[in-house]
């Protein structure tokens, strides 16, 4: 759900002055160096008299776009090397967030990768669900979009903001400047958890985010991850073999009818799509939970009750298992890479005033689809690493593990 949209003004807030010194260092006994300021809870306000990404601040161009038809869909991760080896091998640095989602690359310039590298950049998005660089300076919109367009058809947003600047309206613009009115009001942690415009009828596969101006360190506005695989391996072997026979209805009409409201222009008319409750990615093989609380409305054919308690289940299991989740902390000109088909992702809000201005690019992948022949991430990790089966035996007891 987009934020509201309000022209900044030139507000005063207060500012902290820190050392730019080494991080964490206090100047030594009689130097000249600057007396470290810290203010709890207090980072310094940017201001933006002279914005350089003006052309990318959002609007909503009213017009009428036809209802999307089937596209083809080849995955370039299916042609990445199993070791990344193209991509990596000019990395200075690679780490994963923790062992289900997650990895940040050092060293690596997203504007200029060869194909070779973009197919393993597609492949290690599918296994690890996202993937993270840091100041992206010369990854501007253009690149950014040109890479998105490798991976398959971009995708056209029905309500969100797009650029000011004319011909990029495959772009979705994330934006909250100095005067927007805080939202978390509004919506339930839970339902904020979603993943992108899964009630199309062909969901996006991989997304990048790229933050253009966003909160200093300790500033807020962090992005939280959550990994479906692993949300799935979470669920006891009857539970999954019980989702894997149901399908659920994914709607825009809620977004619609919240655009509407808001007197902004809906570019497409709303749709309802039917997908799996489990379905399979075809680079991994593996199979995922694919629910999302911002647009699975019902399960299909079963009693309502049955129905809400299920969707009531599945909140819980993606919002609140801490294992499959990884948190970004964001700096200018980062970019998050993450396969839309296998994690749900949430915004955090609490960084006012800071604005934080972002732009999103993703392309539209297959139809979703279950493969009965699917394999589990859990499992295939643990065997590959030799590690013991997981106990989802909940009657035994236990110790609480702090």
Known sequence: ?????????????PTVVVNKGKQGSLPLKGSNAPALQYEPGRTVIESHGQYSHEDLKPRFPVVHWP????????????????????????????FDYNPKIGTEIHGVRLAHLTDAQKNDLARLIAERGVVFFRDQD?????????????????????????????GL???????TDEKTTDQRAMFTPTFLWHSDVTYEMQPPSYTSLKVLTGPPRGGGGDTLWASQYAAYDALSPYMQKYLESLTAL????????????????????????????????????????FFNPGFVTKIVGIPKTESDA?????????????????????????????????????????????????????????????????????????????????????????NYND
């Not at 990854?139 to 600047?165: M, N």
């Not at 309206?169 to 934006?175: F, G, I, M, R, W």
């Open 138 to 166: 010369d990854f501007d919109i253009d690149a950014q979009r040109e890479l998105g367009a490798y991976f398959g058809t971009l995708h056209k947003h029905a309500t969100t903001s797009v650029p000011k600047r004319e």
């Open 310 to 398: 299920i969707i009531r289940y599945l909140m819980e299991v993606i919002s609140t298992t801490q294992e499959l989740h990884c948190r970004f902390q964001w700096n200018k000109n980062d970019v998050a890479f993450w396969d839309n088909r296998s994690t749900n992702h949430s915004a955090s809000y609490g960084f006012a005033p800071h604005r934080r201005h972002a732009v999103r690019v993703c392309c539209q992948g297959e139809r979703p689809v279950l493969d009965p022949n699917g394999t589990s991430q859990e499992e295939e990790i643990n065997k590959r690493y030799g590690l013991p089966t997981v106990n989802k035996d909940g009657s035994k007891q236990s």
């Open 250 to 289: 994914h709607s825009a009409e809620m977004q619609a009818q919240g655009s509407q409201a808001a007197g902004r222009p809906v570019r497409r008319d709303p749709v309802v799509n039917e997908h799996p409750l489990i379905r399979t990615n075809p680079v991994t093989g593996w199979k995922s939970l």
């Open 67 to 94: 209802e999307l038809k089937e596209v083809p869909y080849h995955d370039k991760g299916l042609q990445g090397d199993k070791d990344f080896k193209n991509l990596l091998g000019g990395a200075s640095d690679v």
């Open 169 to 175: 309206e495959d772009v979705h613009v994330v934006y």
């Open 1 to 13: 759900m987009a934020p509201s949209l309000e022209e900044p003004t030139n507000v005063p807030h």
